[in-house]
């Protein structure tokens, strides 16, 4: 059975599977919700499911699936924590989780913007220049440079 059970009140609590579960149902009430605010069947597939918008980030799709692996790997740690008596510890790393899951697309994107920036042509080419500059004054003048480098120390 994957729901825990209270045994002095023999209650069954479905928290446990659904943060289990996480993954999945996240990604189907996501899908769902973003495709009713569209005005579009709910039920056409399209490519807003989460798989396919780490993919558009141009992630290999083995990366995707270790990815979307780890996340279930971390949630099933959440649903066990929360069945260990750690309720709280538990639906805070749920919570966690399901946004970043929630929000993906925008984080993908934001990282995207980050990356291109660190890694634009104009940062490479000053950098690039700065240690062509370093190098050429390294080889021009090596007596000097020792001798500075010593004389700081």
Do not use: W
């Amino acid at each position: 059975m994957i729901a825990s059970k209270n045994v002095i009140s023999q209650n069954i609590d479905l928290t446990f599977s659904i943060i289990l579960l996480a993954v999945p149902i996240i990604d189907t009430l996501r899908v769902m919700v973003v495709r009713l605010l569209q005005a579009r069947n709910p039920f056409l597939a399209d490519r807003s499911h989460l798989h396919h918008i780490i993919l558009e980030a141009d992630i290999r799709h083995e990366a995707v699936v270790f990815i979307l692996h780890c996340f279930s790997i971390l949630f099933a740690a959440a649903s066990i924590l929360y069945y260990l008596d750690y309720k709280l510890v538990g639906l805070v790393l749920f919570t966690l989780l399901a946004f970043i899951l929630l929000f993906i697309r925008k984080l993908l994107l934001n990282y995207k913007k980050i990356y291109q920036n660190i890694f634009s042509k104009e940062l490479l080419l000053k950098l690039s220049s700065i240690i062509l500059v370093f190098t050429i004054f390294k080889n021009q003048q090596p007596n000097r440079f020792v001798e500075h480098v010593v004389s700081e120390e």
